[in-house]
């Protein structure tokens, strides 16, 4: 069967390079060739876990403010957590607690569409906009047509979409049941 994929790397600065890839892939009923067109930021670094600049207050540079050597930075937490009205320990569990979830977002992986009825198939992480965008197209979703693939995809990512949602809603969750279970564990409950 041969497929193409389309992958899409978002990161920012948002100026893209386009790259193609072909391989072979081979199962042990047949082998395929396939096809990929990679888009990815043209800056030098491909991939970036996060923006520097979006991170905002709770941006995880410090997570172990006892550990920290560094004077100039330690005073810099304890000024971040005193102008939010926090303990050290409360703003470095509330960083900590964000970087869970950042990386909880972004290592979940949902797929939508199917390949053998709608020849489909866009798998995406949990970040809205996605960092991570696969979509797959077969030659039995190209045999459809034109109008019945742009439907199928449109299906595929919708369905993508809700369940990247479902999962930032989960680890939104837990990371309220994780601050909770910390701050009991502190006492400060």
């Not at 709608?118 to 047509?145: K, S, Y």
């Not at 742009?150 to 990371?175: H, P, T, W």
Request: charged residues 25%; aromatic residues 4%.
């Amino acid at each position: 069967m041969k497929t193409w994929t389309l992958m899409l790397v978002a990161c920012a600065p948002r100026t893209y390079a386009f790259t193609t890839r072909t391989g072979t892939t081979s199962s042990s009923a047949s082998s395929s060739r396939s096809s990929s067109l990679q888009l990815l930021p043209s800056s030098s670094s491909s991939s970036s876990s996060s923006s520097p600049s979006c991170l905002g207050m709770f941006s995880g540079g410090a997570l172990d403010v006892e550990e920290e050597e560094d004077d100039e930075k330690r005073a810099q937490i304890e000024n971040m957590a005193k102008a939010m009205g926090m303990s050290v320990e409360e703003y470095q569990l509330g960083m900590n607690a964000r970087k869970r979830m950042e990386d909880a977002i972004n290592d979940l992986r949902v797929v939508g569409g199917d390949v053998e009825s709608m020849g489909v198939t866009v798998e995406r992480d949990g970040n809205m906009p996605p960092r991570h965008l696969v979509v797959t197209v077969t030659d039995a979703g190209i045999a459809m047509g034109k109008a019945q693939l742009e439907k199928n995809i449109v299906q595929a990512l919708k369905v993508a979409g809700e369940k990247s949602a479902a999962g930032r809603n989960e680890a939104q969750k837990d990371m309220m049941k994780y601050i909770s279970d910390s701050m009991k564990k502190m006492g400060s409950m």
